[in-house]
């Protein structure tokens, strides 16, 4: 069983940045391919970002391409979302999930993820 833990959410202003992280009690979240979702109330589940397990690869969602980066590090275990420029509609609850993606048209798919985490809400002020 793996229960990805995302922290690092708070309160930004817009234009401000801030850094979400993602890990898992057991050393086991490099073994995983990771994505970002988010979801804001009244609105669907979002893709934001994935990583594949060996780092290689990566996919943004377009509205957040140039802005947010995501990367691995695997001696601390964790899947990092460096998010800069925010705007107020990137206000939302940011959960992390984890699954063993085979294909590149699923990394941006909810329903291929197995494990996810709590979440933790992001909010930019204007």
């Known amino acids: 069983q793996v229960q990805p833990v995302e922290s690092g959410g708070g309160l930004v202003q817009a234009g401000g940045s801030l850094s979400l992280s993602c890990t898992t009690s057991?050393?086991?979240?490099?073994?995983?391919?990771v994505a970002w979702f988010r979801q804001s109330p009244g609105k669907e589940r979002e893709f934001v970002a994935a990583i594949s397990r060996s780092g290689a690869s990566t996919y943004l969602a377009d509205s957040v391409k140039g802005r947010f980066t995501i990367s691995r590090d695997y001696p601390q275990n964790t899947v990092d979302l460096r998010m800069t420029r925010l705007k107020p509609e990137d206000t939302a609850v940011y959960y992390c999930?984890?699954?063993?993606?085979?294909?590149?048209?699923?990394?941006?798919?909810?329903?291929?993820?197995?494990?996810w985490g709590q979440g933790t809400q992001v909010t930019v002020s204007s």
């Open positions: 057991e050393r086991t979240l490099n073994t995983y391919a």
């Open positions: 999930a984890a699954a063993l993606i085979q294909y590149h048209s699923d990394y941006d798919d909810g329903e291929e993820y197995n494990y």
